[in-house]
């Protein structure tokens, strides 16, 4: 695997862009939230940037137990050439802890090759259901599925883990 680039970015409008380009609109933080966000030192983003164009993004939460992903994002000219997965095991690498992210349920043709993806890089689909909270008024919560890397989550594990999230992704509780 060649080592990418990967810079982080501040540049908010930047990288709503390109996850709007990306992302349904119910998945998506608004622009002020992800502005927010960018000022936690929690939260962190990964780009490849190239022609001064944001080309993929990794953006997530790294916590002292484990990293919460939020989006793996590949401009629609890259897709299928590795750029997501090199992306997505650098950082892995780099940052040595278990990580846990959501992706929705197999219910089409994309959900189930998204869900392959991650299994073939190692990751662990949690059969437990899980809700990711609203994120705003104007959308309701989601029904995804968590997963986990480099091993399944116990009960214990999912447990604490989505009250985790819940309290310092999405600060809600459950």
Same mark, same amino acid.
Request: hydrophobic fraction near 35%.
């Given at each position: ?11 908010? @409008?930047?990288?709503? =862009?390109?996850?709007?380009?990306? !992302?349904?609109?119910?998945? #998506? ?10 000022? @936690?030192?929690? !939260? ?8 001064? =164009?944001?080309?993929?993004? *990794? ?12 989006? #793996? ?7 299928? @050439?590795? +750029?997501?997965?090199?992306? #997505?095991? @650098? ?31 190692? !990751? ?22 968590? +997963?986990?890397?480099?091993?399944? *989550?116990?009960?214990?594990? !999912?447990? =604490?883990?989505? =009250? ?11």
């Amino acid at each position: 695997m060649a080592l990418l680039e990967l810079q982080p970015s501040r540049d908010v @409008q930047a990288i709503s =862009q390109f996850l709007h380009k990306c !992302f349904p609109e119910n998945e #998506l933080r608004s622009q002020k939230d992800l502005e927010r966000l960018l000022n @936690q030192p929690t !939260f962190h983003t990964w780009c490849y940037i190239e022609n001064d =164009q944001i080309q993929a993004v *990794l953006c997530g939460f790294v916590f002292e137990e484990y990293v919460f992903f939020e989006f #793996l994002a590949v401009d629609e000219a890259l897709r299928g @050439q590795g +750029m997501g997965r090199n992306i #997505l095991m @650098q950082v892995i690498e780099e940052l040595a802890k278990p990580v846990i992210l959501e992706v929705e349920p197999m219910h089409d043709t994309n959900s189930q090759r998204r869900i392959r993806f991650y299994e073939r890089l190692g !990751f662990h689909l949690c059969d437990t259901p899980y809700r990711m909270p609203k994120l705003d008024e104007t959308h309701g919560d989601l029904e995804l599925k968590l +997963m986990s890397y480099p091993d399944p *989550l116990t009960p214990e594990q !999912f447990q =604490q883990r989505v =009250q985790h999230i819940y309290r310092y992704v999405y600060e809600k509780t459950i």
